[in-house]
């Protein structure tokens, strides 16, 4: 199986940018994705965007468009979440996720990095 640890968040004012990082160890194994959701206090879990596995099918939810960036480097088994702009509205716990195919859910969370914005 696959492990997944987040690192990266913290609190940081309006306005301001953090860089999420994702590591995977475990299995080794080629994802059809990696992915990155959030979850505020009383909501469910939500994708905030997506990267295919050749960095390509890359998607963003729209209320991040423009202003976070995924990447990843499949050399480290690392993916990153650029977070720019940063409004009181992303504060969220961020879990990274793998998709294995297309015919799988999305998978192996990890235990989550508080990111807080303060207005």
């Known amino acids: 199986q696959v492990q997944l640890v987040e690192s990266g968040g913290g609190l940081v004012q309006a306005g301001g940018s953090l860089r999420l990082s994702c590591a995977a160890s475990g299995r080794t194994f080629s994802p059809y994705a990696m992915g990155w959701f959030r979850q505020a206090p009383g909501k469910e879990r939500a994708l905030v965007a997506s990267?295919?596995?050749?960095?390509?099918?890359?998607y963003y939810a729209d209320s991040v468009k423009g202003r976070f960036t995924i990447s990843r480097d499949n050399a480290q088994n690392t993916v990153y979440l650029q977070l720019n702009t940063l409004k009181p509205e992303d504060t969220a716990v961020y879990y990274c996720?793998?998709?294995?195919?297309?015919?799988?859910?999305?998978?192996?969370w990890g235990q989550g990095t508080q990111v807080t914005v303060s207005s």
């Open positions: 990267i295919g596995w050749s960095g390509g099918s890359i």
């Open positions: 996720a793998v998709r294995p195919s297309v015919y799988s859910a999305w998978g192996s």
